[in-house]
């Protein structure tokens, strides 16, 4: 078994992180991560330069899937 992390400072299950927005999530599927960079990147957008609109159009394909299954 071995771990399939990039550094000492990569996420692990069941670690505890703070978003730029303040809310604390907790990290429980590693394969994730990008979700919590790209709603970071949207929170700094906003405080920087305070857009009418912002529109996400990321695939987040597990995510996705689940909908299709839902409707």
């Not at 550094?7 to 991560?33: C, H, M, Q, W, Y």
């Not at 957008?45 to 996400?56: A, G």
Request: proline share 3%.
């Amino acid at each position: 078994m071995a771990e399939n992390f990039v550094g000492d400072d990569a996420f692990r299950p069941s670690d505890i992180i703070k978003s730029l927005k303040g809310i604390t999530v907790e990290i429980g599927n590693t394969d994730a991560e990008g979700r919590l960079v790209l709603s970071d990147c949207m929170t700094w957008t906003q405080k920087t330069y305070k857009p009418h609109t912002l529109i996400d159009m990321a695939t987040l394909t597990g995510a996705s899937m689940v909908l299709n299954k839902l409707n």
